[in-house]
T-cell receptor
Framework: GAVVSQHPSRVICKSGTSVKIECRSLDFQATTMFWYRQFPKKSLMLMATSNEGSKATYEQGVEKDKFLINHASLTLSTLTVTSAHPEDSSFYIC????????????FGPGTRLLVL | GQNIDQPTEMTATEGAIVQINCTYQTSGFNGLFWYQQHAGEAPTFLSYNVLDGLEEKGRFSSFLSRSKGYSYLLLKELQMKDSASYLCAEMDSNYQLIWGAGTKLIIKP
């Protein structure tokens, strides 16, 4: 299957700082990328959907000024958590899809964020 | 509404067969996905069904009945490494995935 990478895999930061997470599709062009958040023992929560070259669409309740998403190319999307707080600590997972909306989403390995 | 229901936890024995059920309710349907997620890791794709019937892929099979809003994932010849959470996700009319909470599968020797 298609490969999606994420970097970093783990990050610890101080409260008030910003953290950038990268998501790359390694062997296909990802016209659409998704950012999810997952709390322990909970299902995946979609945060936003981004299409290459256009603004991301955020789900209700997700602050777009806090979670900045950039999908600058067909293989790279970034999520920046600005002014991070301890409640932002979570497992952030990206997924990427090639082409048609019915195409399978392939997930990156996830980034575990801990804000102290 | 768009409710995805699947059992919270199941236990099975190594070498046996287990069936994980998933029911969904939606006004629009564009397919049903199953993903496997090991603890602390991201989900990995297992199967996709959009037409009724059984899709077999090695030890794993997935079944769909659109009229009943029902799917199951069948795992044969269970191995200890199959211990994981299995997520059912329905693709709605907007092509968004609606996720179930996952079924934690525990394999015992």
């Amino acid at each position: 299957g298609a490969v999606v990478s994420q970097h970093p895999s783990r990050v610890i930061c101080k409260s008030g700082t910003s953290v950038k997470i990268e998501c790359r599709s390694l062997d296909f062009q990802a016209t659409t990328m998704f950012w999810y958040r997952q709390f322990p023992k909970k299902s995946l929560m979609l945060m936003a959907t981004s299409n290459e070259g256009s603004k991301a669409t955020y789900e209700q309740g997700v602050e777009k000024d806090k979670f900045l998403i950039n999908h600058a190319s067909l293989t790279l999307s970034t999520l920046t958590v600005t002014s991070a707080h301890p409640e932002d600590s979570s497992f952030y997972i990206c997924s990427a899809r090639d082409g048609d909306p019915q195409e399978t989403q392939y997930f990156g390995p996830g980034t575990r964020l801990l804000v102290l | 509404g768009q409710n995805i229901d699947q059992p919270t936890e199941m236990t099975a024995t190594e070498g046996a067969i287990v069936q994980i059920n998933c029911t969904y309710q939606t006004s629009g349907f564009n397919g049903l996905f199953w993903y496997q997620q090991h603890a602390g890791e991201a989900p990995t794709f297992l199967s996709y069904n959009v037409l009724d019937g059984l899709e077999e892929k090695g030890r794993f099979s997935s079944f769909l009945s659109r009229s009943k809003g029902y799917s199951y994932l069948l795992l044969k010849e269970l191995q200890m490494k199959d211990s994981a959470s299995y997520l059912c996700a329905e693709m709605d009319s907007n092509y968004q995935l609606i996720w179930g909470a996952g079924t934690k599968l525990i394999i015992k020797p």
